[in-house]
């Protein structure tokens, strides 16, 4: 689809003035006459409406669907009422229906249809009959013909269960286990008896992490007796054999949700349907400092989505995709796993190799205020730099075990903070010296750290996608980084799963996880619940200067055939200025900002860097330090095996 060139629109701040049109017979649909409201952006319209429940329903959204666009709105009902404002003019199937993350999420659905045009007012009033809500499971995949179960009748209590929590729950859902289904997707496995439960719990305590043979296994083997692991083996066999029927937790509770943040918030989708033979698994959003564009990764489609947000127009870069991370550079050009590096204009992209082989399995990246680009390497424990000015990659061997840098960012200092995938830490990186420092966040091993980043004050903020115990949920911590000591903050959604944190200009933490945007006041210790339109994780967030919150529903797509999306919160409606995509200079994400140089022209070749890490020996004695002696395993001395309490099978 071709991109219409429009400067960005851009509405002065006032307070909206929005007649109430509601009518006394529920189920009853119309449109209203076209109506001036001066408030809203220009070519766009409203609709609000009442919604008749019974209480014991729980609290419902509306969501209106354009057809013409596939774009979608979602508002909470509150106080029977509710009210979407800035539609794109169009066909609309406008839903009732229960909300993401609290127990009525599958209640049947209830829709109206209606036509919406440029500066009108729809109407549409809605009834939902019955006060049963039926039973739904916890976390943010679905689950189709699963039975649903308490956690004590899946996961009877026992000692074993606790050395489960212990070991497991720090890397794994809660859900993998009872869901006996084989899929391409997450949240399957491979239906197992004891022999291949004892087999995987091995490989995680004392092979190799992700295949790579000079690494060290998933957690420290030692943590694990030879007692506990043979009643560990015995417990997944006998309630996770292959023959068990396919079962998810069941949801007993529910956040505690604000009325009046919800009368004010809406969520827009610019979504990309599934196709026939392909799903859309979208990840991590980012914004075009060119254009106010977003750019999307979708690793289903292997595509790059370009959505312009002022238009709703998208493009899909095809084969251009497939892994998670992406970055927008200065000009606009796009820098994505692999690496490779595309000019969306010309569709032309290089890709950058080391010349002895040595991968670039990139999982995250950031640009710091030189115009630099820092890539963390999970699979192989590597932490790379592209510098801009000599257009090559370099790399360093992490000197931390088990650290597996993942996400990545760069404090206000431009010091690199990564984190650790399997280590229950985060670290960081000073560029100046070299020196790598580690800020141990949990005493519990494993602890999965998915993302980390820093407030105005660089102090840094990291939540726990895993954790042990998973009925506490998971949590938000804040580390200081000149004394390392680092304070909890629970998030209070049971088996949830956190993945990324971002904070905006007024210090406030917002925390994707499990069908949730939640925003944490460090001020007051507050915490706000945004519940999202659809069943899913949320990998990344991404906040403008104007307060919105982006985002992609991962596995909405690939798991419930729900299709990809570039979706936004507007934590207050009435103050949307745009809906172009520009970071805050203040955002430690938007290093870029301070970098005032070209960018590197896309020529369509291939680039080879030197493949000597710039810190050799350096992961090799901290082995050493450690106890366990790398051993030579291939020519050259580039493998090695590691012995001791992580020792290979």
């Not at 060119?290 to 084969?319: C, L, W, Y």
């Amino acid at each position: 689809m071709a991109f219409c060139t429009i400067p960005e629109v851009r509405r002065p701040l006032r307070p909206r003035q929005f007649p109430w049109l509601f009518r006394a017979p529920v189920l009853a649909l119309f449109a209203a006459a076209p109506l001036a409201f001066s408030a809203a952006l220009p070519g766009t319209g409203d609709l609000s409406g009442r919604a008749s429940a019974s209480p014991a329903l729980g609290q419902l959204t509306v969501y209106a669907f354009n057809t013409d666009r596939s774009v979608g709105y979602m508002v909470y009902v509150v106080d029977g009422h509710y009210r979407a404002v800035d539609l794109f003019p169009g066909h609309y199937k406008v839903s009732l229906r229960g909300t993401s993350g609290q127990l009525n999420m599958d209640l049947p659905v209830v829709t109206r249809e209606v036509d919406l045009k440029v500066g009108q007012h729809a109407a549409a009033d809605f009834t939902m009959a019955g006060t049963t809500v039926p039973p739904t499971y916890v976390g943010g995949l679905p689950y189709p013909n699963t039975k649903i179960e308490p956690f004590d009748t899946i996961y009877p209590p026992s000692h074993a269960r606790d050395t489960m929590e212990r070991i497991c729950f720090g890397c794994h859902t809660i859900e993998l286990y009872p869901y006996n289904v084989v899929r391409d997707y997450p949240g399957g496995r491979a239906p197992h008896d004891r022999d291949g439960w004892a087999i995987t719990v091995d490989r995680m305590a004392h092979g190799h992490a992700f295949n790579d043979p000079v690494k060290p296994s998933y957690f420290n083997g030692d943590l694990l007796s030879e007692h506990d692991f043979n009643e560990l083996v015995d417990y997944l066999a006998s309630n996770f054999g292959p023959d068990s029927v396919p079962r998810s937790v069941k949801q007993q509770t529910e956040p505690k949700l604000d009325k009046a943040a919800l009368a004010k918030a809406e969520f827009v989708e610019y979504r990309f349907l599934n196709k026939p033979d392909e799903n859309r698994f979208t990840h991590t959003i980012d914004f075009d400092p060119t254009n106010g564009h977003v750019f999307v990764m979708d690793r289903g489609e292997a595509s790059i989505v370009e959505v312009n947000p002022q238009t709703g127009e998208r493009k899909d870069h095809i084969g251009q995709g497939g892994g998670e991370y992406l970055q927008v550079d200065v000009d606009g050009t796009v820098w994505f796993g692999g690496l490779r590096h595309l000019d969306p204009k010309t569709g032309l992209y290089d890709v950058y190799k080391l010349d002895n082989g040595h991968p670039l399995p990139i999982s995250s990246m950031v640009f710091d205020s030189n115009g630099d680009l820092w890539l963390s390497e999970l699979a192989s424990g590597g932490l790379a730099k592209w510098d801009r000015a000599t257009n090559t990659v370099s790399w360093w061997d992490v000197p931390i075990l088990r650290s597996r840098p993942y996400g990545i960012t760069v404090d206000h200092d431009d010091n690199v903070w990564f984190a650790g995938y399997h280590n229950s830490a985060i670290s960081r990186f000073d560029r100046q010296t070299g020196k790598f420092s580690n800020y141990p966040i949990t005493t519990d091993a494993p602890t999965n750290i998915r993302r980390t980043n820093a407030d105005s004050k660089n102090f840094m903020w990291a939540a726990t996608w895993g954790r042990p115990h998973p009925e506490r949920g998971g949590s938000v911590f804040r580390i200081d980084p000149v004394s390392g000591k680092s304070v909890e903050y629970p998030l209070g959604i049971p088996y949830s799963n956190p993945y990324d944190s971002d904070v905006d200009d007024a210090d406030h933490v917002w925390i994707a996880t499990d069908n949730h945007v939640v925003m944490f006041d460090p001020a007051t210790e507050h915490v706000t619940y945004y519940p999202v339109p659809e069943r899913t994780d949320l990998p990344k967030l991404s906040i403008t200067r104007d307060g919105a919150i982006w985002f992609s529903p991962r596995n909405a797509g690939q798991s419930g055939g729900y299709g990809g999306s570039a979706s936004v919160l507007y934590p207050d409606k009435d103050r949307i200025r745009t809906f172009a995509a520009y970071y805050s200079e203040k955002s430690e994400r938007n290093r870029r900002a301070r970098f005032k140089g070209p960018g590197v022209p896309v020529t369509g070749r291939t680039i080879v860097s030197p493949g000597a890490p710039q810190n050799p020996g350096e992961y090799e004695a901290m082995l050493k330090t450690a106890g366990l002696a790398p051993v030579d395993a291939s020519a050259g001395g580039s493998s090695r095996v590691i012995k001791g309490g992580a020792s290979a099978e």
